[in-house]
């Protein structure tokens, strides 16, 4: 089996592509969000309806992290369908990361490159399932950017080094900080390990020649990062978990469950696996250390308690950065991976893990895919109101249910609301030009597009906007904040039960006034209200 690892490991990584191209719509909870707003960032540099979208929105003249998604999306759809942009930067982030993820492994030591078939689990995150692409793609550049560092740090006096770990990181940066903050973390680790001879006796001379083309390298980054900070401010907001249901969560790979509670057996199965590879270095004399990699190992194994620490004391965000747990849980278990890297495995030992890892990645793909292709033709149902909408309208998108219930009472996605911006795809079709007033992104100063001085719907119907269920408000407050009329209301998954609701009867009333119903999709899953002329 080891003759054909390379191949294996590319049957792997087409495994986890078809789960992204078998579907027309891979759905996310963000992504659709962030292509719509990849396209009106590109409509406006191009000038495509410029002065309708210019009243409600601005662009963000800063070059802050998370933008690298939205470039990528934004360039994407200038040649392709939404559709197809949005699926090709997930397929772009499949490879960066499972090849990143190889990267930095074979970086470690060429032979342990069995280690890297374990991806798939810190691939289809709950991270990813929520749209966090630029946080996703981010990890990925962090592998290549400190595989690259592994590779060259005997040779970085070289100035291509040095540019290229610097742009590497830039890029990781540009993506996002927290990433880049971990990339920088380790690179500096194993930088000490190597240079702790200047510490002790304490060389001056020669530690600030070295330190200085580290620092060097590492400031356009560090200066990113810091601006950003600057900018977003240190607040934060409680986690609402305890210790123990952290921990508890930790070792049932929480973060590899990204659709249905199903997944537990296959996460539960990687949290088994590495417990035994653990244990197998420590019961087991055989000659598994390498000399040479002791202070890599050291590095790893450090960094695998402190992102372990971080994670079960974390906040639930941090500067307006969400879900800190989600983003941090995968973590330890990669450098416990990293740390498995240095030492040396045998035949035996490396099959093994190969086929368990190919029983893993099988097993959450049988109980996902099923799924993601029943949301794919729900959405499919749900962009049928596009052509019930005209180009350059004012929509006002609701949404009833992010977790898209099924006739049976079950929930389509149990671990997360995927559909919660799924209507956002409207405003991003090729020969539409929409203002979607649910529109997340614009009220968050680090993304490209921001609502204008007094355009934030938020201001006068919190409501309506995304984590209040049913929406609830009266439209007519923000035409009256924007001095402009709403030209469709949008129902997405309508459910007759929010009626029970008094504030989503008047909304009834009130809409039954100003609208006509022009389009009600066959399932409800999404009804298109068009103002009376």
């Known amino acids: 089996m080891l003759r054909f690892e390379k191949y294996l490991f590319y049957l792997l990584v087409l495994l986890a592509l078809s789960i992204i191209i078998l579907p027309r719509f891979y759905i996310t909870g963000d992504g659709a969000s962030h292509t719509y707003n990849a396209r009106v960032l590109f409509d406006f540099v191009f000038g495509h309806s410029r002065q309708f979208y210019e009243p409600y929105f601005q662009i963000n003249r800063n070059l802050d992290p998370n933008w690298t998604g939205h470039l990528v999306i934004g360039a ?152 950003f900070l600057v900018k977003r401010g240190a607040g934060t907001e409680a986690h609402p978990w305890g210790l123990a249901h952290k921990l508890k969560a930790f070792l049932q790979f929480y973060g590899s469950q990204s659709t249905r509670y199903s997944e537990v057996y296959p996460a539960m199965a990687c949290t088994l696996l590495l417990l035994a590879y653990f244990i197998l270095l420590i019961v087991t004399r055989i000659p598994v250390h390498r000399e040479k990699k002791m202070k890599e190992g050291i590095v790893f194994a450090s960094l695998f308690g402190l992102t372990l620490l971080l994670y079960i004391t974390c906040p639930h965000s941090v500067g307006g950065a969400g879900s800190l747990d989600i983003r941090l849980v995968f973590l330890p278990p990669i450098f416990l991976l990293l740390y498995f890297a240095t030492k040396r495995w045998t035949e035996l030992a490396q099959t093994l893990f190969i086929v368990c890892s190919f029983l893993i990645s099988i097993s959450f793909s049988i109980i996902r895919l099923p799924y993601i292709m029943h949301a794919s ?46 209507s956002d795809f409207l405003g991003a079709e ?53 001095k402009r009329r709403i030209d469709y209301i949008l129902f997405q998954n309508w459910r007759a039960d929010a009626m029970v609701n008094p504030c989503v009867k008047q909304l009834i009333n009130d809409i039954d006034e100003d609208f006509d119903k022009v389009y009600d999709s066959p399932h409800h899953y999404i009804v298109v209200f068009q103002r009376k002329s």
Request: charged share 15%.
């Open 430 to 482: 090729k020969n539409k030009h929409l203002i979607l007033l649910n529109n997340y992104e614009a009220e968050i100063n680090y993304f490209p597009i921001n609502w204008q001085a007094g355009m934030n719907p938020r201001q006068t119907v919190p409501g309506f906007i995304q984590g209040q269920l049913p929406p609830c408000g009266d439209y007519h407050f923000y035409e009256q904040q924007s």
């Open 76 to 227: 994407l759809l200038q040649v392709f369908p939404y559709w197809l942009a949005d699926k090709l930067f997930q397929m772009a982030y499949v490879l960066v990361f499972a090849f990143g993820f190889r990267y930095v492994i074979r970086s470690v030591h060429p032979e342990n490159s069995f280690l890297s078939f374990l991806f798939f689990p810190f691939l289809f995150t709950l991270a990813f399932q929520e749209g966090f692409y630029n946080y996703s793609l981010a990890i990925g550049f962090f592998f290549w950017t400190t595989g690259y560092y592994l590779r060259v740090r005997h040779h970085f006096d070289h100035p291509v080094h040095q540019w290229r770990l610097s742009l590497f990181l830039l890029l990781t940066s540009f993506s996002h900080g927290m990433a880049a903050l971990f990339a920088i973390m380790l690179i500096t680790c194993i930088w000490l390990s190597e240079h702790i001879r200047l510490l002790i006796p304490f060389d001056y001379r020669r530690l600030r020649v070295y330190g200085s083309q580290l620092l060097l390298v590492m400031m356009p980054s560090l200066l990113m990062i810091a601006l």
């Open 377 to 422: 033709r729900m959405g499919k149902e749900i962009m049928s109101a596009s052509s019930y909408i005209r180009d350059e309208s004012v929509v006002l998108n609701l949404h009833f249910d992010y977790w898209q219930r099924l006739a049976t009472g079950d929930s389509l996605f149990q671990q997360d609301g995927s559909f919660l911006h799924f």
